[in-house]
């Protein structure tokens, strides 16, 4: 890798609700980049002069080419035209207004590369390669992904409801982060393979407290769970 290539080294999750986040350019790259932005609740504002064959109406089409002025009031840019020049010209533009750029060609000239996902209810798993291959982002990604049993993302819900439950406390108690990690490991975890509800419950209830049932932790269990 040479010494100019980013590498991306600071890793966040982004709340993106409510914010405007603008996409140059509507080929595959650029649509794959809003969709993921419209799933994080993101406004987003589409720049092409070609109108896409599938445009979404939950977001903000503008059919001509990109003006700096574009970028007034966004978060984030990403520049995904075909044209070096273009997304150079969006990459400055954005330097000058202080707005964060992901530039799909040349992504040493940006400030941030987004990873390869899954995602199970709230948990995300992502993968970056700094930049250096994202074919293999995405092939760790799905690697990753099958050794991923489908009762983590309900597992997931359950400790974060109780956590938040816990820390609403009055007396404000306090938890051992090994307690909560071999409860979810050798406990909670078998119970929600075996699917049995009645047992999840009770192993709460004994575990936490009668105020911590899956009714007063308003966790929905999947379908199948008898
Ligand atoms: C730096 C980064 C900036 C950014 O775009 O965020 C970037 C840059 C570049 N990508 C290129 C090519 C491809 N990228 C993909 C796919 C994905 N690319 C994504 C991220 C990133 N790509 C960031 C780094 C991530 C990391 O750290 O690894 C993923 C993970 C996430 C997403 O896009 O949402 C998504 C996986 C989707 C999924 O399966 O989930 C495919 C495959 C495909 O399209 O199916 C190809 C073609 C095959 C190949 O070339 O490998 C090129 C060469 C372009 C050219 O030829 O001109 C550049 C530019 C360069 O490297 O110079
Ligand atoms: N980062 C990534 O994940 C990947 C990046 N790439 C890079 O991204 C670029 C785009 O890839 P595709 O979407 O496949 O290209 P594409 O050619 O299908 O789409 C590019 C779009 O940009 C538009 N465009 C051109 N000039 C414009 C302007 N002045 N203002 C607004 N829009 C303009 C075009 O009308 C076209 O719709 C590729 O050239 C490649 O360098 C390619 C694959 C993956």
Redesign the pocket.
């Known amino acids: 890798m040479s010494e100019a290539r980013a590498s991306f080294g600071y890793p966040i999750f982004l709340d993106l609700q409510g914010r405007l986040a603008v996409v140059?350019?509507?080929?595959?790259?650029?649509?794959?980049k809003v969709d993921g932005l419209l799933q994080a609740g993101a406004q987003v504002r589409l720049?092409?002069?070609?109108e896409?064959v599938s445009c979404m109406d939950n977001l903000e089409f503008l059919a001509?080419?990109?003006e700096e002025s574009d970028l007034q009031g966004a978060t984030l840019v990403f520049a995904?035209?075909?044209?070096k020049n273009?997304n150079a010209q969006v990459a400055d533009a954005a330097r000058r207004q202080s707005v964060f750029c992901c530039r799909?060609?040349l992504?040493e000239d940006g400030d941030f590369a987004?990873p390869a996902l899954f995602r199970q209810g709230a948990l995300t798993v992502a993968v970056s390669t700094g930049g250096g291959s994202?074919t293999l982002a995405a092939e760790m990604r799905d690697r990753l992904q099958r050794h991923v049993p489908d009762c983590w993302g309900v597992s997931l819900d359950l400790m974060a409801a109780v956590r938040r439950k816990w820390l609403t406390l009055p007396n404000g108690a306090q938890y051992n982060q090994q307690v909560l990690r071999r409860f979810w490991a050798e406990q909670l975890l078998p119970q929600l393979e075996q699917k049995n509800r009645n047992k999840i419950n009770q192993l709460l209830i004994e575990t936490f407290g009668k105020e911590f049932s899956l009714e007063q932790l308003q966790v929905q269990l999947p379908e199948g769970m008898s």
């Open positions: 140059v350019g509507a080929g595959p790259v650029g649509l794959r720049i092409d002069p070609q896409p001509r080419e990109f995904c035209t075909d044209k273009i799909a060609d992504p987004l994202p």
